[in-house]
């Protein structure tokens, strides 16, 4: 035991301070090197100047995409016509549409929003005149999909940038988001005596001043862990410069031998997975016999830039299982990762099968990608010329802030997280409600310079580790020498990690997969408590040696189940470990939960 205390403490020294990763040595004509770093520190800070005015978007990334475009499109007098006729017919659609509807106001409206599109939801957009601005604004952004889609030539990442900016452009002038053409607006004008402006010029000034001093949003206040949220029972049982690990105290009288490894993403804090006692994932995997543990990362300041990704398998992953077997020796883990903490995990994995380390049990990846071919709307931010942007930023600071993050998430989903709460905050004058998950969203942290660097051009942009080119030590490691089971989570609505992405998992592994679609977003979907009212799951387990189907023949073969994943995720649990036996011992208390790294800001 001494010994493998030991073995643990030796993993809290800090990462040791290195050179640029991306800067080259170039050597001159007579052979003696160059110091070209200062020149490149000039490029850095160029970029860094530039970005504070364009809100850390690469002006070089958008001049080629629209450059890409406006050239094959202006080559194109096919589409040019194509566009043409379509516009013809819309007006026509819309002239025809208006002329039957003044006759019977119950004629049928002639486009209907997209799905997950709220903003005319409410029965007032439903008459006239706004029906009718709210139908020539759904005909033109139909349109406007037309000219940003299938010109011939453009690449596919320009063709996402240029439709993805046209669209926001198009959205800032939606009828919704005019207070003299939305009828809400105008009804809660009249009834308030427009006090709701009043109101909401209030929660401007409040939210303004908040950013301004670097506070959270109102009402985040009451959910503080250990008090409101993250309230489960435990113990800070090992602590080292880049982790906190939380052993939870038992609840049942006996439990599983192989305790559970949680491995949440470092981009935010770790308690989504221990939000209120209601929907703690981790309160109720303890109730179900499970030992719990896990990672609380730290959040880093600009001290820590030259942390890298392995230092964060090696400080994460690594020092947390070999934590683990110094509490409960010889015992095998199942490992469980969410979104970053997935990949990380899916990484170790990987390195311990090469190495023979056969400590995990099973492998769980909530929302977790391996492939980066299909990362979803988050591609839109990563090419050469955005990532250089981004990385002088970090290289700058020293880490990526939350605010700059939080930024790209919610351009990402601009009608929920900006249109609908410029509607209603500061043109109704309401204060939506804060809720545990809002709440654990505004907690967010910070990611360090090299680090994060490395995880975007070695994963997003080379897509390393599906392609076997990932090196751990200076060794390959590759996903198909995992040999334990995995079960994997995706969800219907992920922005982050589509599970078009997550299900291709089952092509490089060469085990068996159980994989499970929930209904819900990102967040939402993984936090599905059993009592959940309407989610629904889907699925199937892939024998290592079963053929592989295709995204849309498993989605047709697999109905969709009423209930939590969380259910037969248990079970599956439970049918890969031991037989129950008396609880562990509690490893040595540090802290209590949720221990300190969560409270750094």
Not at 90 to 114: C, E, F, G, H
């Amino acid at each position: 035991m001494m010994a493998q205390n030991a073995r643990v403490k030796e993993k809290t020294t800090p990462a040791v301070q290195q050179s640029d990763p991306l800067a080259t040595p170039i050597a001159a004509a007579d052979g003696e090197p160059l110091g070209f770093e200062a020149f490149q520190a000039f490029d850095r800070l160029r970029a860094v100047n530039l970005s504070q005015v364009t809100a850390g978007i690469s002006p070089g990334a958008l001049a080629t995409a629209y450059f890409d475009w406006g050239f094959h499109l202006a080559s194109a007098p096919g589409k040019q016509m194509e566009l043409g006729v379509k516009a013809v017919r819309k007006w026509q659609r819309l002239a025809a549409w208006l002329s039957s509807s003044a006759m019977d106001p119950n004629t049928p409206p002639v486009i209907a929003p997209l799905p997950g599109d709220r903003r005319f939801t409410h029965e007032s957009w439903s008459k006239t005149p706004f029906n009718q601005l709210a139908q020539a604004f759904l005909l033109q952004q139909q349109w406007l999909h037309s000219v940003t889609h299938d010109v011939p030539g453009v690449t596919e990442h320009s063709e996402k940038v240029v439709s993805f900016v046209a669209k926001q452009m198009l959205d800032i002038l939606s009828p919704s988001n005019n207070p003299f053409t939305n009828p809400e607006v105008l009804a809660r004008t009249v009834e308030t005596g427009g006090m709701n402006f009043i109101n909401g010029w209030k929660n401007l000034a409040e939210d303004q001043a908040r950013i301004a001093t670097n506070r959270p949003p109102v009402g985040t206040e009451d959910f503080v862990p250990g008090q409101t949220v993250a309230m489960t029972p435990g113990k800070v049982v090992y602590r080292n410069h880049l982790i906190e690990l939380i052993q939870y105290a038992p609840t049942t009288d006996k439990v599983h031998p192989e305790p559970v490894l949680i491995v949440p993403a470092w981009i935010m804090k770790y308690y989504i997975l221990d939000l209120s006692p209601e929907n703690s994932l981790i309160k109720w995997l303890v109730g179900q016999g499970h030992t719990v543990f896990a990672i609380s990362w730290r959040n880093p300041d600009a001290s820590d830039r030259d942390l890298e990704m392995d230092d964060y398998r090696k400080l994460g992953v690594m020092a947390a299982l070999d934590a683990i077997n110094a509490i409960q020796p010889d015992q095998k883990v199942q490992g469980v990762g969410y979104c970053l903490g997935g990949t990380l995990l899916s990484i170790a994995a990987a390195a311990m099968a090469g190495d023979g380390d056969d400590r995990l049990a099973s492998m769980t990846l909530l929302a977790a990608q391996v492939d980066f071919t299909e990362p979803g709307e988050l591609a839109l931010f990563i090419d050469p010329s955005q990532l250089h942007f981004l990385d002088s930023m970090m290289w700058n600071r020293g880490y990526l802030s939350a605010d700059q993050m939080a930024g790209a998430f919610q351009l990402l989903r601009s009608n929920d997280l900006i249109g609908s709460r410029i509607v209603r905050e500061y043109m109704m004058g309401e204060r939506a409600p804060m809720f545990d998950l809002m709440a654990w969203n505004a907690d967010s942290t910070r990611m360090p310079w090299r680090m994060h660097s490395e995880y975007l051009r070695r994963l997003y942009l080379e897509n390393e580790l599906s392609s076997g080119r990932f090196t751990v030590d200076g060794r390959t490691v590759l996903l198909q020498n995992i040999r334990v089971p995995i079960f994997a989570v995706a969800t219907e609505r992920d922005h982050v990690a589509p599970w078009e992405s997550v299900y291709k998992i089952h092509q490089f592994t060469d085990c068996e997969v159980t994989f499970a679609l929930t209904s819900g977003g990102h967040n939402a979907g993984i936090v599905t408590p059993p009592d959940h009212p309407r989610r629904v799951y889907r699925l199937s387990t892939k024998a290592h040696d079963a053929p592989l189907l295709s995204e849309r023949t498993w989605m047709e073969t697999n109905e969709p189940v009423p209930g939590s994943w969380w259910l037969p995720w248990q079970e599956w649990l439970a049918a890969r470990s031991s037989k129950p036996v008396a609880p562990p011992a509690t490893g040595p208390a540090l802290d209590d939960a949720p221990g300190s790294y969560v409270f750094q800001k």
